[in-house]
């Protein structure tokens, strides 16, 4: 879609995934070792996930939502092309 980005390289992409396990597991651990219930453990748990969720839910749709108003911009932009061409041809050069 987009020719000007450039893919990223597989270091970046080992940190990232080696940052989000690193976080999890430092999160479980952390709730594992608090001194509450295990239904308390198990609902801050449950938060955390679906907080890890959410966030990447949210992503993905703030960068779809982005994604799209290019391609409508790119759209546009061609149909006003068309259009400003049709005029220069239809109008005679003095």
């Known amino acids: 879609m987009n020719q ?20 999890v597991a430092m999160v479980a651990t952390g709730i594992l070792f608090l ?3 295990w239904w308390a453990k198990g609902y801050l748990g449950m938060g955390c996930v679906m907080l890890v969720q959410s966030a990447m839910t ?10 799209a108003n290019k391609i409508i911009n790119r759209v546009e932009d061609a149909r006003t092309e068309q259009l400003l061409m049709r005029v220069n041809k239809a109008t005679p050069e003095h």
């Open 58 to 67: 949210v992503t993905k749709t703030v960068r779809d939502v982005h994604e």
């Open 4 to 23: 000007n980005a450039l893919p990223h390289s597989s270091s970046w992409v080992s940190f990232t995934y080696a940052s989000f396990i690193g976080a």
């Open 35 to 37: 001194p509450l219930d």
